[in-house]
């Protein structure tokens, strides 16, 4: 897919409180989709009523129904993932573009700082993730 042509919209979030494995799956879940259907999916995790499928990180998943592949409920990810959903929504409208032809062209989740946490079990650190989106209205649906 050629982007040269196209005007991304990016949204990006630093040192967010969420487990890194978990974002990474949630961004694989939502790369290529339709901001509004993403949008919407996102919420329908948070209510779990639709599980996000987990591909990488599967080691130590829960017995599941024959025919389903593997996947959970990270409520406190998708809700991080929701706001920036919404961020770049307004990045977009901002912009200039059409908000029901945006798509996601681009979405990932880094590992950030760990710091240690303070007290009396040392060496505890942090969860710390840094996720970005870039949105555009081409490219595949």
């Given amino acids: ?23 990474v799956e949630v961004a694989r879940a939502l790369r290529g989709k ?3 259907r993403a949008i919407a999916y996102l919420e329908d995790v948070i209510a779990k009523r639709q599980p996000v499928p987990y591909r990488r990180y599967v080691q130590e ?9 593997p996947g ?15 961020l770049a929504l307004a ?9 029901e032809k945006l798509i996601i062209v681009h979405c990932k989740a880094d590992k950030a700082s760990q710091p240690y946490k303070p007290g009396r079990h040392t060496r505890r650190t942090f969860k710390r993730t840094h996720i970005e989106v870039a949105v555009t209205t ?4």
């Fill in 34 to 36: 339709k901001l509004t």
């Fill in 91 to 99: 990045n977009a409208k901002h912009a200039g573009l059409d908000t």
């Fill in 1 to 23: 897919m050629d982007l040269k042509n196209e005007r991304l919209v990016w949204a990006r979030m630093r040192d967010q409180p969420i487990s890194v494995k978990h974002a």
């Fill in 138 to 141: 081409g490219g595949r649906a």
């Fill in 61 to 69: 998943s829960a017995a599941h129904k024959p025919g389903i592949g």
């Fill in 72 to 86: 959970r409920y990270p409520v406190k990810t998708a809700t991080v993932f929701l706001s920036l959903l919404k």
